[in-house]
C-alpha cells in the first residue's frame, strides 16, 4: 500500500544489501589505499519533524521523496517542510588513515548534515550533487548516527522560487560514502570529479585538450606526486602524459594541467556517431597507486549562426528537440536509472536529437544517457521566472545572488566532461517588474564564460527587452495557437524577429499545447488551456502547423517541444485532472504515445513509418473526415472497407490528409506504404451507428 505522505522508489533491497556488505569486506580488506565507493541508500528512518513521539520514523530506501503522491493528487497545498533520515553507520577501526566523505547526489532543496548530533554542514539548492568530509568527526571501530534534515519549503534565498512544476521533498537521487588517501584527486571541487577536460581547440585534423587536475594535500608535509593521463580508444591506451608535481603542505583543491594532443581525432557526432573517449587520471607516490578517476572525452567543435542555425563538426544540423523534467507518475522526482534510460530510449526512438532538461540540473547519469545517445544537450540552472503566476522569480538579495552563482558553479563543474551539453542555460521566462535581473544576468554570464570558455550560454525568453542580448545564444517560449491567438502568429513573431535583429541568434526553447488521450472530438475546435477538455487532436494540429513553421525557417538555431512528457503541476486545474501539465507527446506513466509523437516521428526518425492519427477518436457524429496519415515513404496507399483511394504523396512534414467517408457500422481501415524496401502499414477499426 503506497503511503500517502511518503513514497519509497527502490529496486531489489537484498540485493543493495548484499552489495553494501560486500563493499564493506572490500573496503576493509584492500591494502593499496585506492579510492572506494560504498552505497548508502539502504536502512534509513523517516520522519517529518512535526513527527516528535517515539518511534514515529518509517524504513526507507533511497531514492525517496515524501509527496510524490501527495503532489501528484493536485493537492497544490502538498507538504512542503522538513523531512528527517537518520540511520546508524558502523565504522571499521581499519578506516583510520583515510579521508572519508559523504556525497549526496541530490537532495531538495535545503540539506544539513548532522553526524553523532553535531551539525557538520548546510547545502542549499536542490538538483546539484554536494559533499562533506567526515574524516574527523567519526568515531572509528563503532556506530556512528548519521541525520539529514531535508527542507523543501519556500525559501527566498534559494533557487527557485516559483516553477510551474513540483516541489519534491527528500533525497531523491544516491548518496555514497567515499574512501580516498590523504593525498588525492580532490572531491571537494563543487563535488565535482576533479578533472577537466578543456578542449581548446578541436577540428578534423587535431584535437588540443587541457587536463585540469584538482589535487588534494591536507598533511603537514610536502609530498612529491606523479599525476598521468591516459586517453583510451576503446580498451587501447592512445596517449600518455604523466607530471611530477611537489605539493605543498594543506594544499587544498589545487589545479594543475596537463595537455595533451590527439591527432585525428574520433569525433562525437551527435546521434549519427556519439563517439567517446575514456580518461584516465591517476595519482602516483612512487610505484604506489594512491587514486584514479575516470571521465569521458567526446571531442566535437559547433558553433551557431544566426541566419544558418546550429553547426556540429562544421556540418549543420537542424536540432529536432525537446524539453524534459525529472518527473514521473507515482514515483514523483525519485527515478531509477531505468527510468531514464526508458525516456532517452522514447526520445531517440521518436527521432529527437537535442533536449533541453528543464527547469534545473538533471542527475549526472541523465547527462551520460545523453552522451551515449549523441543528443545535444542544453543543461540549466533553476532561475526560473512567474510565468503567469504573481510571485517573483528574482530577489535582489545578497544572499540570493550568491546562491544562484553557487548552483552555476555546480552545474558546471559536476558536468563539465559531458559532451553533449553544449549550451548552459541562465534564466527562464524572468520579468522585469520589480527588481530587475538584468544586471544579475550579466554577472552569471561573465561567471558562466569563467567557469567554461568553450560552451556557447542560452537563456528561455518570453519578454522583449535587455534580457534577450546578454547571453550568446537566445531562445522563445511561444505558445501561439494554445494560449490565445494562431499558429500562424508564431510566423509573424519569428519573422520579424529575425528582420529587426539579424545577427541575433534564435531558438524556440518552448512549443506546445495540451492533450488528454482520454478526451476526443471529431470536429477541429480550438478548447480553452485553463479548461477540463483538452481534446488530443487540437495538440496534433497545433504541433502540425507549428513544425510547418519553424522547420522553414533555417535561422532557427533549435526547437524544443514543451514537453516529451506529461509531468506533475499540482497548482493545475485542467485536462482530464487535476495536477498535470498534460502538454506532453507522451503521457505520464510512459504508457501511451500520443497522436503528435507519431507526427514527429514520421519528419525526425528516418525509418520507414505510417500512422493513422485520430484512432482514439471512436464515437463519430460525421461520416466525411479528413483523414490524418503521418508517414516518410514516398507515397502512401488507404483502403476504407477494403476499396482503394488514390495514392497521396506526403507533403515536406510528412503528412498526408485524406477525404473518406465512414458508413455506418464497421469501417477497417488499412495505410500502406513503401520505403527501402520495407513495407509498412497501420490500421484502424471503428464502429459508427449512422450520422445526422
Keep these: 500500500m503506497l503511503n500517502y505522505t511518503s513514497f519509497t522508489h527502490s529496486r531489489s533491497n537484498s540485493i543493495q544489501r548484499l552489495f553494501l556488505l560486500l563493499s564493506l569486506v572490500f573496503v576493509t580488506t584492500i591494502s593499496s589505499a585506492q579510492r572506494a565507493v560504498i552505497p548508502l541508500n539502504n536502512d534509513w528512518l523517516f520522519r517529518f519533524s512535526h513527527e516528535v513521539h517515539k518511534g514515529s520514523g518509517h524504513k526507507v530506501t533511497l531514492p525517496h521523496t515524501w509527496n510524490a503522491v501527495d503532489a501528484l493528487s493536485g493537492k497544490p497545498d502538498y507538504k512542503r517542510g522538513i523531512g528527517n533520515y537518520s540511520r546508524s553507520l558502523f565504522v571499521p577501526a581499519s578506516w583510520q588513515g583515510r579521508r572519508i566523505f559523504i556525497r549526496f547526489e541530490g537532495a531538495n532543496t535545503t540539506t544539513d548534515l ?10 542549499r539548492g536542490g538538483y546539484g550533487a554536494f559533499i562533506f568530509e567526515l574524516t574527523d568527526k567519526l568515531i572509528y571501530g563503532a556506530k556512528n548516527q548519521l541525520l539529514v534534515r531535508v527542507n523543501n519549503a519556500e525559501q527566498l534565498d534559494v533557487m527557485p522560487l516559483v516553477g510551474d512544476f513540483n516541489f519534491y521533498g527528500g533525497i531523491y537521487r544516491n548518496v555514497a560514502l567515499l574512501l580516498t588517501n590523504d593525498v588525492c584527486i580532490s572531491p571537494l571541487d563543487y563535488a565535482s570529479p576533479g578533472i577537466y577536460l578543456r578542449q581548446t581547440k578541436v577540428d578534423a585534423q587535431q584535437a588540443d585538450v587541457k587536463a585540469d587536475v584538482m589535487l588534494d594535500n591536507p598533511t603537514d608535509k610536502i609530498q612529491q606526486v606523479e599525476v598521468a593521463v591516459e586517453v583510451f580508444s576503446g580498451d587501447k591506451s592512445i596517449i600518455k602524459q604523466q607530471k611530477s608535481i611537489r605539493l605543498e603542505a594543506q594544499a587544498m583543491v589545487r589545479k594543475y594541467t596537463i595537455p595533451f594532443i590527439i591527432h585525428r581525432p574520433h569525433l562525437w557526432n551527435g546521434t549519427q556517431d556519439p563517439f567517446i573517449y575514456k580518461v584516465k587520471v591517476s595519482l602516483w607516490q612512487g610505484k604506489t ?27 549543420h544540423l537542424q536540432l529536432h528537440g525537446v524539453c524534459r523534467h525529472q518527473d514521473r507518475a507515482i514515483v514523483g522526482n525519485a527515478l531509477a536509472p531505468e527510468d531514464i534510460r526508458e525516456d532517452v530510449k522514447l526520445m531517440r526512438e521518436m527521432g529527437v536529437n537535442a533536449v533541453r532538461l528543464a527547469h534545473y540540473p538533471h542527475s549526472s547519469y541523465t547527462y551520460d544517457q545523453m552522451d551515449r545517445a549523441g543528443i545535444v544537450t542544453w543543461a540549466e540552472i ?33 558536468h563539465f566532461n559531458h559532451p553533449s551539453i553544449c549550451f548552459w542555460g541562465l534564466f527562464n521566462e524572468l520579468k522585469y517588474e520589480g527588481d530587475n535581473p538584468s544586471d544579475y544576468i550579466r554577472e552569471l554570464n561573465t561567471l558562466a564564460h569563467a567557469e567554461d570558455s568553450t560552451r556557447l550560454t542560452t537563456c528561455a525568453s518570453n519578454q522583449m527587452g535587455e534580457m534577450n542580448f546578454i547571453t550568446d545564444v537566445m531562445a522563445w517560449n511561444r505558445y501561439d495557437g494554445w494560449y490565445g491567438s494562431t499558429p500562424s502568429t508564431l510566423a509573424t513573431f519569428l519573422d520579424e524577429m529575425h528582420a529587426k535583429y539579424p545577427q541575433l541568434c534564435i531558438a524556440l526553447s518552448e512549443y506546445g499545447a495540451g492533450a488528454s488521450v482520454r478526451q476526443q472530438q471529431d470536429s477541429l475546435i480550438q478548447p480553452q488551456p485553463n479548461s477540463w477538455w483538452h481534446p488530443e487532436n487540437w495538440q496534433t494540429f497545433y504541433h502540425i502547423r507549428n513544425w510547418d513553421i519553424i522547420s522553414h525557417r533555417p535561422f532557427l538555431w533549435g526547437s524544443f517541444v514543451w514537453n516529451m512528457f506529461d509531468f506533475g503541476a499540482a497548482h493545475r486545474t485542467e485536462g482530464d485532472r487535476p495536477g ?7 503521457t ?3 504508457k501511451t504515445k500520443k497522436d503528435a509523437y507519431y507526427f514527429y516521428k514520421a519528419n525526425w526518425n528516418p525509418e520507414p513509418m505510417v500512422y493513422i492519427a485520430g484512432k482514439r477518436c471512436t464515437e463519430r457524429k460525421k461520416g ?7 508517414s516518410n515513404c514516398k507515397s502512401v496507399t488507404l483502403t476504407i472497407n477494403g476499396k482503394p483511394l488514390p495514392a497521396l504523396t506526403p507533403n515536406d512534414i510528412s503528412l498526408c490528409t485524406f477525404h473518406i467517408t465512414l458508413q455506418p457500422g464497421l469501417n477497417r481501415i488499412v495505410a500502406k506504404g513503401m520505403k527501402a524496401g520495407k513495407a509498412v502499414k497501420d490500421e484502424w477499426e471503428v464502429e459508427t451507428e449512422g450520422f445526422h
Design 289 to 315: 597507486l594512491l587514486d584514479e578517476v575516470e571521465q569521458p572525452l567526446g571531442l566535437r567543435y559547433y558553433k551557431v549562426d544566426p541566419a544558418r542555425g546550429f553547426f556540429l563538426n562544421g556540418r
Design 580 to 586: 498535470i501539465n498534460d502538454k506532453g507527446l507522451v
Design 588 to 590: 505520464h506513466d510512459r
Design 114 to 123: 548532522f553526524l553523532n548530533g553535531k551539525h557538520i554542514g548546510e547545502h
Design 624 to 630: 466525411d473526415i479528413d483523414l490524418w496519415v503521418f
Design 382 to 414: 533553476p532561475f526560473v521566472g512567474p510565468g503567469g503566476y504573481a510571485d517573483k522569480g528574482f530577489v535582489d538579495s545578497e544572499r540570493f545572488r550568491a546562491n544562484g552563482k553557487a548552483q552555476l558553479c555546480e552545474l558546471i563543474r559536476q
